[in-house]
C-alpha cells in the first residue's frame, strides 16, 4: 500500500496493482502534462497536472464505488475495475490537453481513442492490467464509448472525473465558483439505465455541480484571453511540426510511438522544447519564429468580435462571413483565429429524480429544482487578430 497527499482529497491510497500503474512511464508522463492547458497565463496558479487529477479522480471513483458496495448496488470486483479506469481515464491525454487536441480532432483522432489503443497495445500498461484476465476486459468495458451503467460513473454529466476537475481548477485558479460539495454530491447520485438518479434531498449540491460547471466554462475554459492563446499555439504547432517534424501530423505515428513505448515523452516539455529549437534555428521559417516569441513573450491575438448565447437560440452569424470581411480588408488568413462552439452544459433528458416516496420522475417534470433554469448548451463565436492588426479588425467589424 502506498499514500500520496494530495492537496484537494488529502491522502490518496494506493493497492500494489495500482501504484505498479501509477509507476509506469506513461503514468508519470502526466506529471509534465498540463491540467488546464494554457489557463497559467492568466491565472499563475493553475499549474496542476493530469497527474494529480488523475489520482483524484481515482479517489473519488474510490468513495462513491465503497458506498454502492455498502449499498449492495455493486462487488467488490466491480470497485477494483472502477478505481483503476478512472486511474487511467486520462493517459492518451494530449500535449497541452485541449490546446492540441483540437488539431488531431480535424485528423480524426480524440484523447480517448489514444488511451484505448495505449489499452489495447502498449506493453506497460497493458501486461500489468491483463494479468487478471476479467478485470481487464471490464475496464476496457467501462472505457469504451456508450458502454455498461457502471461507465457512467467515469463519463457523463456528473461523474467522477467532472467532480474533481471543477473543484481542483477552482483552488488552482482561484474562481470561487467552482466550489462544490463533493460529499454531498457522493451520497446523493446513483446511475440506471436511463441515466443519472439524483436523490430529492440532494438536489442543491447537484444545482451547485451545475451552476459551478456554467461558470468554470465561462470564467476559465473558454476565457477570451486563455482561449486565444490556445487557438494560437494549435496554428504554431501546425508550422512547427511541418518544419522539424511532419510524421507528427499523422495520428499512425503516435500510434507507432506507443507501440515502441516512446509515447510517455509526447508532453509539454516536448512541445516548448521544439519551439525553442526552432526559434534558435537559422532555417526556421522567419514567420514561425515570430510566432514562437510572441507567443512566449505572451503578447497573443486579440478578441475582435464576440458572441456569446444560451440553448439553441440560433442568431444569424455567419463568422465566415466576418472572418472574409477582415480578409478583404487586407488582413491575413494566418492572423486571424476563428473559433464557433456549442458547449453541454446539462443533458436534462439523461437526469431523474428520486422522491422521499421512491418515484423516479424525469427532471423535465420536476418543477422544485433550479436545474431547469440552467441553460443546456453554451454557444460561443469569437474571432481573434494578432495585435497589429486589432484596429484595422474593429474598424471593419
Known sequence: MKKIYDEIHGYIVLNDLEQRIVDTPLFQRLRRIKQTSLAFLVYPGAVHTRFSHSLGTFHLAMKLGNLFVSKGIITDEELEAIKLAALIHDIGQFPFSHSLEGFYIDRNLSNEELRNFILTSSTEIKDILSENGSLYSRILELLRPLGSTLSLIIDSDIDVDRMDYLIRDSRHTGVTLGNIDLDRILDTISYTNEGILISEKGLHSIESFYISRLHMYQAVYYHKTILGYELMLRRIFKDLIEYCC????????????????????WDDDWVIGRLYYALMSPDAPDKLKIKIKRFLDRKGPKVVFNFLSYNDQKPQIDIEEYVNKLEKAGIPENSIYAVEEKIPIINPDKIYILTKNDE??????????????IPQSIIIKRIYVDPEFELRAKEVL
Open 360 to 373: 423516479e420522475i424525469p427532471l423535465k417534470q420536476y418543477k422544485f429544482t433550479l436545474l431547469n433554469s
Open 246 to 265: 511532419p510524421e507528427f501530423e499523422q495520428p499512425e505515428h503516435l500510434k507507432e510511438l506507443i507501440k515502441e513505448d516512446l509515447f510517455s515523452y
